[in-house]
C-alpha cells in the first residue's frame, strides 16, 4: 500500500528556533499534501493544503509566516516553524494523496515537537 | 460548510462482542465520500473502510461495516468480533465530491476489555 514517511518522529527545540518538518510519499506521486496539528485528545486540524510547484493554501487562522510550506516534489512537503514559542508545541501530521477521484489520503506517522 | 459530528466521546465493549459508533453529517452536497479512521496509541492514521455516497450498497471490510443512511446524514461503524487491538480512537470523515480536503468529527475513543 501507498507509504508516506515523516521525519524526524520527534523533535525539541528551543523558543525562538525554527524546526522543518519533512514528508514523504515513498512509492506513489502525491499531487497533493495536506498538514495537520492534533492536541491531545483532539481531532485532526487542517493547517494547510500543498500542491506541487505551487503555493500552499492555509485554513482560516493559520500563521503563514509561521508555519511555512514548501511542496518541491511531487514526494515530498516540508513545514517549518518559524521562531517556535512552546504555545508550538503539538503533535503534526502530515498525509498525501492524489487529486481527483474516491482517493484517500495516506497519513504519515506524525511529529511530535515540544518547544522549550 | 459541511460538519461532522460524533456524539459518542467513548465507547466500550467486550471482546467478541460487536459495537457500533455514531456519525451524522451535515452537508448540501449530493456527492461526497465517508471515511472511518482509526488512530490507535501509535497515532499513526489508518483507513479503516470507505463509502461513496452515490452507491446505495453498505460498504464492508471483513468485520467492519457501515450503515449509511443518506436521506438521514447518518454514517455509522460497526465493528463485529472485536478484538483488543480494536481498541483506538476513531473518526469519522467527509470530503467533498470536487475537494481532497478532509473534513474530520471530534473522534471517539473505543476501549475493548478481554
Known amino acids: ?116 | 460548510a459541511q460538519t461532522v459530528t460524533q456524539s459518542q466521546p467513548e465507547m466500550s465493549v467486550q471482546e467478541a462482542e460487536t459495537v457500533t459508533l455514531s456519525c451524522t453529517y451535515d452537508t448540501s452536497e449530493s456527492d461526497y465520500y465517508l471515511f472511518w479512521y482509526k488512530q490507535p496509541p501509535s497515532r499513526q492514521m489508518i483507513l479503516v473502510i470507505r463509502q461513496e455516497a452515490y452507491k446505495q450498497q453498505n460498504a464492508t471490510e471483513n468485520r467492519f461495516s457501515v450503515n449509511f443512511q443518506k436521506a438521514a446524514k447518518s454514517f455509522s461503524l460497526k465493528i463485529s468480533d472485536s478484538q483488543l487491538g480494536d481498541a483506538a480512537m476513531y473518526f469519522c470523515a467527509y470530503r467533498g465530491y470536487n475537494t481532497d480536503k478532509l473534513i474530520f468529527g471530534t473522534g471517539t475513543r473505543l476501549q475493548v476489555f478481554p
Request: proline share 4%; hydrophobic share 35%; aromatic share 12%.
Open chain 1, 1 to 116: 500500500g501507498a507509504v508516506v514517511s515523516q521525519h524526524p518522529s520527534w523533535v525539541i527545540c528551543k523558543s525562538g528556533t525554527s524546526v522543518k518538518i519533512e514528508c514523504r510519499s515513498l512509492d506513489f506521486q502525491a499531487t497533493t499534501m495536506f498538514w495537520y496539528r492534533q492536541f491531545p485528545k483532539q481531532s485532526l486540524m487542517l493547517m494547510a493544503t500543498s500542491n506541487e510547484g505551487s503555493k500552499a493554501t492555509y485554513e482560516q487562522g493559520v500563521e503563514k509566516d509561521k508555519f511555512l510550506i514548501n511542496h518541491a516534489s511531487l514526494t515530498l512537503s516540508t513545514l517549518t516553524v518559524t521562531s517556535a514559542h512552546p504555545e508550538d508545541s503539538s503533535f503534526y501530521i502530515c498525509s498525501a494523496s492524489v487529486s481527483g477521484g474516491p482517493y484517500e489520503q495516506y497519513f504519515g506517522p506524525g511529529t511530535r515537537l515540544t518547544v522549550t
